[in-house]
């Protein structure tokens, strides 16, 4: 069983990437209702930021954390 330093990384951890896929899909609603091309366009690049950001969480994960050897 982790220890609580370990369980409270991997909350914070999991909280970030809800966070980044509500943002996403909220992103992709708001361009669902617009014609416009420029919204249309800024909301694409929100969508690759969070998807950019996602990847770092990602790599956070994979990396040991350096509370547990503390």
């Keep these: 069983m982790p220890?609580?330093?370990t369980r409270r990384r991997e909350a914070?951890?999991?909280e970030v990437r809800h966070a980044l896929?509500?943002?996403r899909c909220a992103a992709r609603l708001a361009?669902?209702?617009t014609r416009e091309?420029?919204?249309r366009e800024l909301l694409l690049h929100?969508?690759?930021q969070i998807a950019r950001a996602e990847?770092?969480?990602?790599?956070?994960?994979?990396?040991?954390?350096?509370?547990?050897?503390?």
């Design 31 to 33: 361009g669902l209702g």
């Design 3 to 5: 220890d609580a330093v």
């Design 21 to 23: 896929a509500a943002a």
């Design 37 to 39: 091309l420029m919204v």
């Design 46 to 48: 929100v969508i690759d």
């Design 55 to 70: 990847r770092g969480v990602a790599r956070l994960l994979s990396t040991p954390s350096r509370d547990a050897s503390a």
């Design 12 to 14: 914070q951890i999991s």
